[in-house]
């Protein structure tokens, strides 16, 4: 469980990110912002790339909640909850200020989480996604599939999507595009119609 202090250090951490880029950031500015001594920051995470982590990890854990309880509201089965907790969680990253900030300034730190590994976010995220699909293969709405695969295909789609959201559709407006990942995840996922009972020849 996240304290009261590592919750104040995180909070400033992102204020200070938001303003001036993470590279420029020091634990200095983030002590200043959060009103504690630079040792008290250290003590807590020791240096400057785990406090980023876990800043990055804290985010994205809020967003896969705050998405997963939306879906709840609306969702009247396992496929339906998966495809509106990703829509919502890929559309809330896209907006966030953390990491619109990241992608505006410092886009080459994101690169790792790309093409080398998996975050502790993206590994919570793909966990999330994991056990909404086994509610959803459960329940009937979403096909038998390879979960451990599907989990991590749908995740590499999702942060394609947050990392690409500013490039601007020429044709078509934000919203359509999310309308068509919308329909594209509820394709993918849907179990398919059971066939028409058979008719025995008279």
């Given at each position: 469980m996240t304290s009261q202090r590592n919750t104040t250090i995180l909070r400033a951490a992102a204020e200070e990110v938001a303003a001036v880029g993470l590279r420029r950031t020091s634990l200095t500015d983030v002590a200043r912002r959060a009103g504690v001594s630079r040792m008290t920051v250290y003590r807590e995470y020791g240096d400057a790339p785990t406090l980023w982590r876990s800043l990055l990890t804290e985010e994205i854990s809020a967003v896969v909640s705050a998405a997963d309880q939306a879906a709840l509201t609306s969702a009247r089965n396992g496929r339906e909850r998966l495809v509106t907790a990703v829509i919502e969680a890929v559309t809330r990253l896209a907006?966030?200020?953390?990491?619109?900030?990241?992608?505006?300034?410092d886009p080459e730190l994101i690169l790792p989480f790309v093409v080398d590994r998996l975050g502790s976010g993206q590994q919570l995220a793909a966990e999330r996604i994991r056990e909404m699909l086994a509610d959803g293969i459960a329940d009937g709405s979403i096909q038998e599939c390879d979960v451990a695969a599907a989990a991590h295909l749908l995740l590499?789609?999702?942060?394609?999507?947050?990392?690409?959201?500013?490039?601007?559709?020429?044709?078509?407006?934000?919203?359509?595009?999310?309308?068509?990942?919308?329909?594209?995840?509820?394709?993918?996922?849907?179990?398919?119609?059971?066939p028409p009972p058979r008719k025995e020849p008279a």
């Amino acid at each position: 469980m996240t304290s009261q202090r590592n919750t104040t250090i995180l909070r400033a951490a992102a204020e200070e990110v938001a303003a001036v880029g993470l590279r420029r950031t020091s634990l200095t500015d983030v002590a200043r912002r959060a009103g504690v001594s630079r040792m008290t920051v250290y003590r807590e995470y020791g240096d400057a790339p785990t406090l980023w982590r876990s800043l990055l990890t804290e985010e994205i854990s809020a967003v896969v909640s705050a998405a997963d309880q939306a879906a709840l509201t609306s969702a009247r089965n396992g496929r339906e909850r998966l495809v509106t907790a990703v829509i919502e969680a890929v559309t809330r990253l896209a907006d966030h200020p953390l990491v619109t900030r990241v992608l505006e300034l410092d886009p080459e730190l994101i690169l790792p989480f790309v093409v080398d590994r998996l975050g502790s976010g993206q590994q919570l995220a793909a966990e999330r996604i994991r056990e909404m699909l086994a509610d959803g293969i459960a329940d009937g709405s979403i096909q038998e599939c390879d979960v451990a695969a599907a989990a991590h295909l749908l995740l590499l789609l999702a942060q394609s999507f947050v990392f690409s959201a500013r490039i601007e559709p020429a044709d078509t407006d934000a919203s359509s595009v999310t309308a068509e990942l919308r329909r594209l995840l509820d394709g993918y996922l849907s179990a398919p119609a059971s066939p028409p009972p058979r008719k025995e020849p008279a």
